[in-house]
């Protein structure tokens, strides 16, 4: 079975999902063997305005559900509280496509370490120089990250994948789609815990 996520690097409800998709893939049990492809959604892409005061502290509370829903870490300190920050999800989402074209057994991993580094470690993952400090923590080259994030063919593939996601009538993360029997099925839209996924999924499995 082939496992499409559509999420944003940049979405509180897509790093909650991700403990419950990185259960599934390591142990798929009855719905074995399972292949993941990741598409960029686009949650704020190309924001150029700064976040207006206050802004932070009401998504935060969005961020406390996301902690009680799943037991998460996240920073009491964040990116979003500096002066002049642009919530722009692009950039995080195009090192993550630059990722899946150039290093696509590393992708799963390095977009978990993006959420990591913004919600548990409070880091600003809108800057390029952050971007490549998590490429580089997960043991991709540097200066070959940076070469991929800047191309204008990695740019247009990130177009490309925000359009897909519209395309599928897809407005809210994360998604999640199975392709099975030749056919696409949203399984997930929105946060789903583990064992509600496993269900979904085994429906869509063949009986024997």
């Not at 999902?17 to 960029?40: H, N, V, W």
């Not at 949650?43 to 206050?54: D, I, V």
């Not at 977009?111 to 490549?132: H, I, M, N, S, W």
């Not at 099975?180 to 063949?206: F, S």
């Amino acid at each position: 079975m082939n496992l499409i996520y559509v999420a944003d690097p940049m979405c509180s409800w897509c790093y909650g999902f991700g403990k419950t998709l990185s259960a599934l893939l390591a142990d798929p049990r009855e719905t074995a063997p399972l292949q993941l492809a990741l598409i960029m959604g686009g949650l704020r892409p190309y924001t150029t305005e700064p976040m207006a005061p206050g802004r932070a502290d009401e998504i935060l509370g969005h961020w406390k559900h996301v902690h009680e829903a799943t037991g998460l870490p996240f920073a009491s300190e964040t990116a979003m509280h500096q002066d002049g920050f642009v919530y722009d999800t692009e950039p995080a989402s195009r090192a993550t496509i630059a990722v899946r074209t150039h290093w696509p057994q590393h992708v799963w991993r390095y977009f978990k370490a993006v959420q990591q580094a913004f919600y548990a470690e409070g880091k600003d993952v809108t800057r390029p120089e952050v971007l490549a400090d998590v490429a580089e923590a997960v043991g991709l080259p540097r200066s070959n990250f940076a070469n991929a994030f800047a191309a204008e063919a990695t740019r247009e593939a990130t177009r490309a994948d925000f359009a897909q996601s519209q395309a599928w009538g897809i407005r809210g993360f994360p998604a999640l789609i199975a392709e099975a029997n030749g056919e696409l099925h949203l399984v997930a839209h929105g946060y789903m815990p583990e064992d509600e996924l496993r269900q979904r999924l085994l429906q869509l499995v063949p009986s024997a």
